[in-house]
């Protein structure tokens, strides 16, 4: 069974400092997928990461992807009050299921930054 | 513009009703997914679709049902049976199920009350 454990699941920070928030999961796969929800909203395609090694940034947040550990970051640099809310990782459930494909969900990581 | 519209935005529930949450979607795409999200909580899925006529039970099925009569739509329906139904809603959907190559694009999501 494929399980994606995202931490921390909350973390308060200020404005200005570098954080990381870790997705690891539980078998192999070479797909992972950002999102981000601010509070009352739906979710947002931050990044897709689709081989081992890639790096993608936007701004002040970068993710990356190891798939020979089973780990991903999103590293947030010079954190800013915009950057205030939940983030999720997901893990693309092929190859291990035949037909099935879906993506299973970290429980996402509540980020509050104050001012 | 492209993309995936859910409706209502908020829908209240008497005891002992069906409601129906509508997901319509003009991406063109084949796969289809209902999620489940709770206060501070992840996403649970409930069912999902990968083709026309077609639709698989997910996490938390029970209580709930879809059809998926049109490409365009797939609409869930919250049944009496589902005794704890309050809820946010999220309608999903992807080019295809046999290759996240872009993820998921969401809709903007219906808030479910018990009342």
């Known amino acids: 069974e494929l399980k994606v454990e995202q931490n921390p699941l909350f973390l308060s920070m200020q404005e200005g400092k570098n954080y990381t928030i870790y997705c690891n999961y539980s078998t192999t796969s070479d797909r992972l997928y950002w999102y981000r929800q601010d509070p009352g909203k739906s979710l947002e395609s931050l990044f897709v990461l689709l081989s081992n090694g890639a790096v993608k940034q936007e701004g002040r947040l970068m993710a990356s992807l190891d798939t020979k550990a089973r780990l991903s970051t999103l590293h947030i640099t010079a954190a800013v009050h915009d950057l205030s809310a939940t983030y999720f990782c997901a893990v693309d459930s092929f190859p291990l299921m035949d037909s099935n494909y879906q993506l299973i969900w970290g429980a996402g990581t509540k980020l509050i930054i104050k001012p | 513009d492209g993309g995936i519209t859910q409706s209502p935005k908020y829908l209240f529930r008497k005891e002992g009703q069906n409601v129906t949450l509508s997901c319509e979607q003009n991406l063109n795409h084949d796969a289809m997914y209902w999620y489940r999200q709770d206060p501070g909580q992840g996403l649970r899925l409930i069912y999902y679709?990968?083709?026309?006529?077609?639709?698989q039970k997910g996490d938390i099925a029970e209580g709930y049902s879809v059809s998926r009569e049109k490409k365009e739509s797939f609409p869930l329906t919250v049944t009496s049976a589902q005794k704890n139904p309050t809820a946010f809603y999220l309608c999903?959907?992807?080019?295809?199920?046999?290759?996240?190559?872009?993820?998921?694009?969401f809709g903007s999501g219906t808030r479910l009350t018990v009342v």
């Open positions: 679709s990968q083709i026309v006529n077609d639709f």
């Open positions: 999903a959907s992807s080019i295809d199920s046999r290759g996240l190559e872009y993820g998921y694009t």
